[in-house]
Structure formats: structure tokens, C-alpha cells
């Protein structure tokens, strides 16, 4: 049974920082995609930040870039995000994802973490 359980969410002040972490089961993690997502009340899920295991590519959003750091170890099937300099606009529930590098496979999500980032 696949399972991907976040953690490390929670209330924080402008300007704090937040790790969150994601670990997965079910799946050969080091084949998966690893990315958070978050969705803000009333608007879309988007994409903050994404890992491939392959080359060790970051990819960030425009709003993370700087502030969030993505990482994974496949060892311990852990995927993490450092959030520093948080702001109210990252206030959202976040998503962790995994999505198959070799495709043909469905995605795998998580059920969602809370980050309040208010003074």
C-alpha cells in the first residue's frame, strides 16, 4: 500500500522557518519524481518545488526560489523542504507528490499539511 505521510507543518511568524518532511512507502522511492505542492484557500494547487533523483535537478517556483530548499535521501525514503524567511502568502496546505520518472504510472500524493505563517 502506497503511503506518503508529511509532517513538520504548523503555526510560524513572519519571517520563521518550517522543515517539512515526506515519507513514503509502497514504492521504490528512488524511481519517483519527488515534488511539494501547495493550495492556498480559493485558488489552485501549484507547484513549489520538485527533486529528480536521476541528475539531483531542483526545480523551484519563483516565489520558493531562495527561500525553500528541496532534498531527499533515498535511503531513508524521505523526501524534505526547509522553508526559511516564510511569509503570509505561503500560508497553504502542502502536498507532498511522487510521480514515476519512467512514467506509465498513476501519481501518488499525500493527504496535506497545514502552514500558517501569520504574526
Known amino acids: 500500500q502506497v503511503q506518503l505521510v508529511e509532517s513538520g507543518g504548523g503555526l510560524v511568524q513572519p519571517g520563521g522557518s518550517l522543515r517539512l518532511s515526506c515519507v513514503a512507502s509502497?514504492?521504490?522511492?528512488?524511481?519517483?519524481?519527488m515534488s511539494w505542492y501547495r493550495q492556498a484557500p480559493g485558488k489552485e494547487r501549484e507547484l513549489v518545488a520538485a527533486?529528480?533523483?536521476?541528475?539531483?535537478?531542483?526545480i523551484y517556483a519563483d516565489s520558493a526560489k531562495g527561500r525553500f530548499t528541496i532534498s531527499r535521501d533515498n535511503a531513508k525514503n524521505t523526501m524534505s523542504m526547509q522553508m526559511n524567511l516564510l511569509e503570509p502568502g505561503d500560508t497553504a496546505v502542502y502536498y507532498c507528490?511522487?510521480?514515476?520518472?519512467?512514467?506509465?504510472?498513476?501519481?501518488?500524493w499525500g493527504q496535506g499539511i497545514q502552514v500558517t505563517v501569520s504574526s
Open positions: 507528490k511522487a510521480r514515476a520518472s519512467a512514467g506509465g504510472k498513476p501519481d501518488y
Open positions: 509502497g514504492f521504490t522511492f528512488s524511481r519517483y519524481t
Open positions: 527533486i529528480i533523483n536521476a541528475l539531483g535537478t531542483t
